[in-house]
C-alpha cells in the first residue's frame, strides 16, 4: 500500500480471523433476539397484505388496479424498475468493487447481494402478476410446445426476460458460492445437531483445503468479470422496454446509462437504509464502520449527479429535436397534472442528496438514512413519471387520461416490501450477513504473512 | 492400480490417511510447507481459514482447471443462445414482424449475451465445485478434533500416508521440526 494520505482502517483495529469468526457467528448461532421476533412478525405481516392482494388480484384479475388505456403500465412496471435497480448495487459491491480492489466492500458485500436477490424476487413478481394470466408466465420463455410457435427475440420485452431470469439465477449461485466457505465454519461452530447437519450439508464438504481454495477464488474473480457486464445490461434492457417504443419521453438513447445510474443510486440508498439498522442490531460498529457509511455516501453522491443529468439531458433533448410531441410532454410533466410528483421527484433525487458535499454530514448515521430513504422514494417517483407522464397523454388528446393506483395497487406494493424484509430478516437470522472468510483476509494475522486476497 | 501396500496404523489401530500438523499463523505454515517439501514429501495439501496466495504457492500449485471451463460454458451458451434464435426466427418459425429480416441479428445479440453469461457463470460454479470434489460430506480430516479450527484461525499441513516416503514415525519427526503447535493422526 503506498497511499500518501493514511486512510482510517476498513474495519475496527484489533481484529483477529477468530475474533470476526465468534462475532459474525454468533449473530447466527446465538438465541434468537427479541427484535428479531418483532421485525419477522412485523414483515411477515405486511407479507400476509400481499398474499391478500395477490389473492384478490387471480379472483378478479388486473381490473383491481388503475391501469387501464392509455396507461397500461402502471405501478406494475413502475415497482418492477424500481426493485430491479435497487437490486443493482448488491452486484456492484460485490462483483465491480472485488475488480477493483476495493477493500471496503467486504464488510458489505454478503449482505448487499442477499438484498439483490430478494429485490429480484420482488421485481419478478410484478410482470409476472400483470401478465394477467399468470399460470402460464412461461409462455415468455422459448420452448418447444404444440402450438408450434415461438417467441419473438426482436421484442426487448422478450430481452428482458433473458437479462433479469439471468440475472436472478447467477446473483443466486454467485451469492451460494459466497457463502460455501461460511457454511462450513457454521457447520463447525453450531452446537445444534440439526444446525450443523443442515449447514453441513449445504457447505457441501467444504474444508478449506489451499487447492480448493485456489479454483474457488478463481471461480470468484470470473464470475465477478461476468457479473460485471452483467449488471449494466439488466438495467440497459430494462431502459430498452421503454426506449425501444415511440411514445415521447420514453424513446430517448439516454436511458441506457440513465437508468444504470439511477439503479445504482437507489440500491446504494438501500444499503444504507439496511446496513444502519443491521449494524446496530447486530453490534457490527466494528466491521460496518465510519469509512464504509462514508464511501456509499460518496457513490450515492455521484450517481445521484448522474441521474441529475439524466433529467437535464431530457429536456434539452427534447427542445433540440424540435418535435412537438416530446417538447410537449416536458412541458406536461413540469406543469400538467402530476407536476407535484415532479417537484418531489427532483427534490428527492436532485436537491436534498447535495447536503452530502459536506463531510459532517456524510459521518452522521442518522443524516444519511434520511437522505438515503428520501432518494428511495425519489427513484420510486422518478419511475411513476417515466412511466405515467409519457403514457398519460400520448400523441392523440382525445385518448387522453389520468393515472391513479388503487389500494389494491399499493397492497401489493407496499406488501412486496414485507416479502423483501421478511426474506431479510429470515437471512440475517440464519445466514451470516457479513462474509466471515472474507473478514478473515483483511484483519492482520500476528504471523505477518499478508492474507492472500486484494 | 495402488500398489499393495498395507496402510500404515494409527495409535489406535486404525488405517491411517496422514499427519496433520498445526500451526498458529499463516506464516508458520508456509515454512512448515517449504520445509516438508523440501525433505522429499509431495503428498501434502494444507487446510486454511481463508485463501492466502502464499501457501498456494509454496504447494506448487499453478494454474487451475476452472477457466477453461468458463471459456467452455461460455462458448457453448454463445453458440446455443444464438443458434435458439437462429433457428426459431428463421427456420422453424418465421414470420413477419415490422418488416424485419428474419435474421435480425442486432437484436440476437441481447439474448446471446445473456445466455453466454449464464452458461459461463453456472460453468465457473460447477466447474469449482468439479475441479474440488465437492460436494463431498466425508472426509478422513475431519476425524481429527482440533480440525473443526480449520474454519476458524487455525492452519494445517498435511502429509498424506500415499506418499512414497511416508512412513509414521519419520514423518511425524519431519513435521514436529517445523514448529507446529500439534501433530495429530488422521485415521481413515
Known amino acids: ?454 | 492400480m495402488k500398489t499393495a501396500i498395507p496402510a500404515p496404523l494409527s495409535s489406535h489401530g486404525q488405517p491411517l490417511h496422514g499427519l496433520m500438523a498445526e500451526y498458529a499463523t499463516p506464516k508458520e505454515l508456509v515454512a512448515g510447507i517449504r520445509s516438508v517439501r523440501a525433505a522429499g514429501y509431495t503428498k501434502l495439501d494444507a487446510y486454511t481459514p481463508f485463501p492466502i496466495e502464499e501457501v498456494i504457492e509454496a504447494l506448487g500449485e499453478h494454474g487451475s482447471r476452472v477457466p477453461a471451463i468458463v471459456l467452455g460454458g461460455g462458448l457453448f451458451g454463445l453458440v446455443a443462445g444464438y443458434g435458439l434464435q437462429y433457428w426459431t426466427s428463421v427456420v422453424d418459425y418465421p414470420l413477419n414482424i415490422g418488416g424485419r429480416p428474419f435474421h435480425s441479428w442486432v437484436s440476437f445479440i441481447p439474448p446471446t449475451f445473456e445466455t453466454t453469461v449464464l452458461f459461463a457463470g453456472l460453468a465457473a460454479v460447477v466447474g469449482m465445485l468439479a475441479v474440488n470434489g465437492l460436494p463431498r460430506p466425508y472426509h478422513p480430516v475431519f476425524n481429527v478434533e482440533r480440525f473443526r479450527f480449520a474454519s476458524r484461525d487455525r492452519y494445517f499441513l498435511v502429509v498424506e500416508s500415499a506418499d512414497p516416503r511416508f512412513d509414521p514415525k519419520g514423518t511425524r519427526e519431519a513435521l514436529a521440526s517445523t514448529s507446529p503447535s500439534g501433530v495429530h493422526e488422521v485415521e481413515e
Open chain 1, 1 to 454: 500500500m503506498s497511499a500518501v494520505l493514511e486512510r482510517p482502517p476498513v474495519i475496527a483495529p484489533g481484529h483477529t480471523p477468530a475474533t470476526v469468526t465468534d462475532k459474525i457467528a454468533a449473530t447466527v448461532l446465538d438465541k434468537t433476539p427479541r427484535w428479531w421476533i418483532l421485525g419477522f412478525a412485523v414483515s411477515f405481516l405486511i407479507l400476509l397484505m400481499f398474499l391478500n392482494a395477490v389473492a384478490w388480484l387471480f379472483v378478479k384479475g388486473v381490473g383491481i388496479w388503475g391501469i387501464n388505456i392509455p396507461v397500461g403500465w402502471g405501478f406494475d412496471i413502475i415497482n418492477f424498475v424500481w426493485w430491479i435497480g435497487i437490486g443493482h448495487a448488491g452486484t456492484l459491491i460485490s462483483a465491480i468493487l472485488l475488480l477493483l480492489r476495493q477493500q471496503w466492500r467486504t464488510s458489505i458485500n454478503r449482505f448487499a447481494e442477499a438484498m439483490t436477490l430478494f429485490a429480484v424476487a420482488c421485481a419478478g413478481m410484478f410482470p409476472i402478476l400483470h401478465l394477467g394470466r399468470p399460470q402460464i408466465f412461461y409462455w415468455l420463455l422459448p420452448y418447444p410446445n404444440t402450438m408450434g410457435m415461438w417467441v419473438n427475440f426482436r421484442s426487448p420485452l422478450v430481452w428482458d426476460v433473458f437479462a433479469v431470469s439471468t440475472y436472478a439465477t447467477i446473483s443466486a449461485v454467485f451469492w451460494f458460492m459466497g457463502l460455501i466457505p461460511d457454511l462450513a465454519t457454521l457447520r463447525d461452530r453450531s452446537t445444534h445437531p440439526v444446525g450443523r447437519y443442515v449447514y453441513g450439508v449445504l457447505a457441501m464438504g467444504w474444508r478449506g483445503s489451499a487447492r480448493h481454495w485456489h479454483n474457488y477464488e478463481t471461480a470468484s474473480l470470473l464470475l465477478a468479470g461476468l457479473c460485471t457486464p452483467l449488471v449494466l445490461s439488466v438495467h440497459t434492457v430494462v431502459s430498452w422496454d421503454f426506449s425501444v417504443g415511440i411514445i415521447p419521453g420514453w424513446h430517448a438513447t439516454i436511458f441506457p446509462p440513465y437508468f444504470v445510474a439511477g439503479a445504482i443510486y437507489a440500491g446504494f440508498a438501500m444499503v444504507i437504509l439496511l446496513a444502519v439498522p443491521l449494524r446496530k442490531a447486530f453490534g457490527l460498529e466494528d466491521f460496518i464502520t465510519m469509512r464504509h457509511m462514508n464511501n456509499m455516501a460518496k457513490i450515492l453522491l455521484v450517481t445521484g449527479l448522474i441521474v441529475v443529468y439524466g433529467y437535464v439531458m431530457e429536456i434539452f433533448m427534447a427542445w433540440y429535436s424540435g418535435n412537438p410531441y416530446e417538447w410537449y410532454m416536458v412541458f406536461n410533466r413540469v406543469t400538467g397534472p402530476y407536476k407535484y410528483h415532479w417537484m418531489a421527484l427532483i427534490f428527492c433525487n436532485a436537491i436534498a442528496p447535495q447536503v452530502l458535499w459536506i463531510p459532517k454530514v456524510r459521518s452522521s448515521i442518522a443524516a444519511l438514512f434520511c437522505v438515503s430513504l428520501i432518494v428511495s422514494v425519489g427513484m420510486w417517483l422518478e419511475r411513476f413519471i417515466i412511466i405515467v407522464t409519457s403514457l398519460h397523454r400520448d400523441f392523440l388528446p382525445s385518448s387522453w387520461d389520468m393515472y391513479h393506483g388503487t389500494k389494491w395497487d399499493w397492497m401489493t406494493f407496499l406488501g412486496t416490501l414485507g416479502l423483501f424484509l421478511t426474506l431479510f430478516f429470515l437471512f440475517i437470522r440464519f445466514l451470516p450477513a457479513i462474509s466471515i472468510f472474507e473478514m478473515r483476509t483483511i484483519t492482520k494475522t500476528d504471523g505477518g504473512t499478508s492474507p492472500g486476497k486484494p
